[in-house]
């Protein structure tokens, strides 16, 4: 079973706003409400490979940024490909 984490907010609308924040960042969210409060089940939308590259890309293009080097990173052949940006 998937890990899950609970998120209290204080009204739906904040919670439908999370939940989209929470998908850019490979996350699922659903929303539960019982009539007096509003609760995000929060869980990882993908498996670990996904989340392995989704955070290895992340990392390498901060790292080519801070450093301002004209490379550009591609997901393919199951990993990822640090390349100079196509002419």
Known sequence: MA????????????????????????????????GKSCILKVSFAEGERARLLADAVHAIEAYLSDRMLPLVVQQGDGGVIVRPPAD
């Open 3 to 34: 890990e899950t984490i609970q998120i209290e907010v204080p009204r739906r609308g904040i919670g439908s706003d999370l939940t989209e924040a929470l998908a850019k960042h490979g996350l699922t969210a659903d929303i539960v409400e019982d």
